[in-house]
């Protein structure tokens, strides 16, 4: 018998090589006229073998992909192709058909790698599940649900105001980082955003775990909105690193505080964090119960229902995104409306006026029902949402696997087709003078209009923000 002796190092050059003769045949099959996307305009022949060119342009780039798609959507027109198996459509009419209420185009799961190896329901590919746990958590989230925690959440505006006044209330203790974003002595000026988590995590703690975390007054709970700022500073290099996320929630806690920086640790820490209190609610319900004063989020999440129980997984995923939805976009959209007040000085002096009209005295009871009807405070948050939507980015489906038209183009079964909500926002035939920052186009607006029509800042469909109200 004879026997052929194989070196390990010459079946490692053998399988490297195989590798890199199957990369090699798929970007030239990538790049083929055989290629179901071939007939479709690119940007560049870069974007049609790998996705590191998303890479190229959202990490090194600082999230500019979306920028530079309104760019090449002028040049090449309405659906190009970014990526091997990705076509970015701005076709307005086709949003309804992609965001719609019958799940007909499937969430791409891989746009959620990042999260690891928590159970998110946004991402969440089981359509009955997912229905499930979204009906959970939406009569919280609904109009008349908030309008009773009116109070609530104007004791937490109160307290903003009162900590950015000329003459601050006197912080509690450890609170160093707080004393650094507020106003120690005029001039000095406030850092309004990082004090906008504080206010929007005191609202949401409270609502979803019932007892606010004092975020305006301590750093006691920094931890509680900490992560999910320092997270989305490296959001776009977590999408494709995102086996990264995995390692850090396999690593201790005390480990995971002394080799990794901060920034790469955010998320991990949110999660342990979460299991903690998960865990501690499971081992004693009725103790956790007997301190809440209503029927909290958390509460709900973590008894379930009686068609699906979450396993701990879900529950973390779901608290994570209660949290960042609840903190991080609202914070953002109050601080993007501060700066627009601040910039334009008349809009800020018809703003006042408005708000003297409808509170002339210091003493009124603000609602949310009294500050609908001032038609000016709506058309500025509107107008605010237009041009900085909280989640201005791609957002991306399948199509099913018969395909599908866009006016008259047919798309390939199962291509990742995505849309921005900032070229909706954007698009000139819908809102004249679209960089602007002008809410009176929303004074009278039709709401059969297409600016009302198209108007997204939340998203649409099955899977849009629960939280619109």
């Known amino acids: 018998m004879i026997i052929f002796p194989f070196h390990p190092l010459k079946i490692i050059a053998g399988l490297l090589g195989s590798w890199i003769a199957f990369v090699i045949c798929r970007w030239i099959y990538r790049l083929s006229p055989l290629h179901p996307l ?3 305009p690119t940007p560049s022949r870069w974007g049609c073998i790998s996705e590191w060119y998303h890479f190229y342009w959202n990490a090194i780039h600082d999230g500019q992909l979306v920028v530079r798609c309104e760019e090449w959507h002028r040049k090449f027109g309405p659906i190009i192709r970014i990526g091997p198996n990705e076509l970015h459509i701005n076709v307005p009419s086709f949003y309804n058909t992609i965001f719609c209420t019958t799940y007909k185009f499937p969430v791409h799961t891989p746009n959620y790698d990042w999260q690891g190896p928590v159970d998110m329901n946004m991402a969440n590919p089981n359509v009955a599940a997912h229905r499930v746990r979204r009906g959970l958590v939406s ?9 009773k925690l009116d109070k609530n959440i ?9 900590t950015i006044s000329p003459t601050p209330k006197t912080l509690g203790k450890d609170c160093e980082r707080l004393k650094t974003e507020v106003v120690i002595k005029p001039g000095d000026g406030v850092n309004v955003t990082k004090l ?3 206010l929007t995590g005191d609202v949401i703690s409270e609502y979803g775990y019932s007892e606010s975390f004092g975020l305006l007054s301590s750093d006691k709970n920094i931890w509680f909105i900490q992560p999910i700022a320092d997270s989305l500073e490296i959001f776009h290099y977590l999408q494709f690193a995102w086996p990264v996320t995995y390692a850090m ?10 080799v990794v920086p901060r920034e790469f640790r ?3 820490e949110l999660e342990w964090t979460l299991e903690e209190q998960i865990d501690g609610f499971l081992r004693n319900p009725d103790t956790a119960k007997a301190k809440t004063t209503h029927k909290t989020i958390f509460e709900t999440l973590v008894e379930g229902d009686s068609e699906i129980k979450l396993s701990k997984r879900a529950l973390v995923g779901d608290s994570m995104v209660l949290i960042g ?3 991080e976009t609202t914070a953002t959209t109050l601080a993007e409306a501060m700066y627009r007040a601040c910039i334009y000085p008349e809009l800020q002096a018809r703003l006042h006026e408005e708000l003297v009209k409808a509170f002339p005295n210091k003493t009124d009871e603000v609602t949310l029902a009294k500050a609908e009807k001032v038609q000016y405070i709506v058309a500025f948050l509107k107008e605010t949402l237009r041009i900085a939507a909280p989640i201005p980015g791609r957002i991306a489906r399948q199509t099913p696997i018969e395909g599908a038209m866009c006016k008259e183009t047919f798309l390939p079964g199962r291509t990742v087709v995505s849309m921005s909500i900032h070229l909706m926002h954007m ?5 004249p003078n679209p960089h602007k920052f002008d809410p009176e186009r929303w004074m009278n607006s039709d709401p059969a209009s297409l600016q009302e029509k198209y108007f997204v800042p939340f998203s649409k469909g099955s899977r849009g923000c629960i939280g619109t109200k």
């Open 38 to 40: 071939a007939k479709f």
């Open 139 to 147: 009569p919280f989230l609904s109009k008349a649900s908030i309008q």
């Open 154 to 162: 104007m004791k937490h505006v109160n307290n903003f105001v009162e």
């Open 196 to 198: 906008l988590r504080r």
């Open 249 to 258: 929630s396999a690593i201790p806690n005390f480990l995971l505080k002394t």
């Open 266 to 268: 955010g998320f991990a």
């Open 325 to 327: 939805a609840g903190t």
């Open 427 to 431: 698009n000139a035939e819908i809102y």
